[in-house]
């Protein structure tokens, strides 16, 4: 009965594929995000394919095999092929866009003092720069206070970091898992992937901005890529995983590389790297990006992953708005804006109750970059990692706890402004709210 169900279904459809070789009004090529309700269903959308000239490339969910990537070639009417697949009982499709990284429209003039400071310090086991332990948002923070006086410091958590890579910093490299990335479609994580010895340039004399995407400020004698659009986010996954090893420096980092060194990625990777994330075992997710529109799959992704227990973390955005984003204004997901050094918001920081949940220091920042180097950067991107690193400390603390629950203890900081709906990260007051309760036998 179900063959026949599909017989007839193919038949069904003949003609209406046949229409969908006519031109489009816009001949454009489009990449479609097709999820298919049961295993009869993927046959049926590759035979619809064949007749209609798309192509099935591979799974976007791992081993689950409901979602899968769809390519329109150039020629075909775009909105009659995903009315034909949409005809298909069981198999909804979505627009597969293109995401960036945070953008930023904050204006930095000058390198904060921390990124001068570069007497070597000892710091868990590797040698670090003096200006990344004895940065402002370090105190604000209180992180070394929460460290000795809960005994945690992400010890066998994994974060993972959906981002442009993280480059094998020497501050890193024992925490730093392989990964993947997937704008190639390799085993390997790196940010060095998108870079050769002729785009490589030296930077002496005073700090030098390196890009504008970031807003990162580079130290000077080190190695730095020259700034482009084509370079425009480079260094970013390895600032934002630099951030996460100063809040949890035992957490192992597993860099999911879904964006290009411009910044720019496509949903689908997004979503490859959440159901990645699953399946490697990690237990806290860090997205420093944000889609502009709602996404069905985006959801599902992370309705999937929070199931599982994954504490979900994304950035609100530097438009300076009080809009909402995703999938920081996603209910399971830990919204964060930016806070200065005085505990304000800062006025890049998208903001709002309904995407930001907390806030946290996102202002000349200065972490790990590229190459060895250190840089400064401002950015909800750069805010986000803090409470990353915060819910590795916490699921440590605990042995395990819910996506909820960690929202809940890192919401007990400091309060001030309502456009965020509970107020600015302070992990000694995360921790505390985050303690196993004690069990009377």
Known sequence: MIRRRYTRTLASLLVLAVLALAPAQAAAGERLIVRTSGLLDLPVVKSVCKLVGCNVLYSLDGTLGKLVLVTIPDGLNIPLVINVLETLPGVSVEIDQIVHTQQNNATATHAPLALYDKEPVSYYGTTVRGGYVRQPAMDILEILDGHRSYGVTGRDITVAIIDTGVDPHPALQSVLLPGYDFTRNREGGSERSDVNQSTMAILDGNPGFVNQSTMAILDQSTMAILDGPDYAAFGHGTMVAGVVHLTAPRARLLPLKAFKADGSGYASDVLRAIYKAVSQNADVLN???????????????????????????????????????????????????????????????????????????????????????????????????????????????????????????????????????????????????????????
């Open 287 to 441: 997205m420093s990006f944000s889609f502009a529109t709602r996404s069905r799959e985006l959801e599902n992704a992370l309705n999937y992953a929070t199931s599982r227990g994954i504490v979900a973390v994304a950035s609100t955005g530097n438009n300076g708005q009080r809009i909402n984003v995703y999938p920081a204004a996603l209910s399971n997901v830990i919204g964060v804006a930016s806070s200065t050094d005085w505990d304000t918001l800062s006025n890049f920081s998208n903001y709002g109750p309904t995407v930001a949940w907390i806030a946290a220091p996102g202002e000349a920042i200065v972490s790990t970059y590229p190459f060895g180097s250190y840089a400064a950067a401002w950015g909800t991107s750069f805010s986000t990692p803090f409470a990353s690193g915060t819910a590795a400390l916490l699921i440590e603390l605990n042995g395990r706890i819910t996506p909820s629950q960690a929202a809940d203890a890192e919401g007990t900081g400091v309060r001030f402004t309502d456009e965020v709906f509970k107020g600015r990260l302070h992990i000694p007051s995360a921790l505390r709210a985050g303690r196993p309760l004690l069990r009377l036998w």
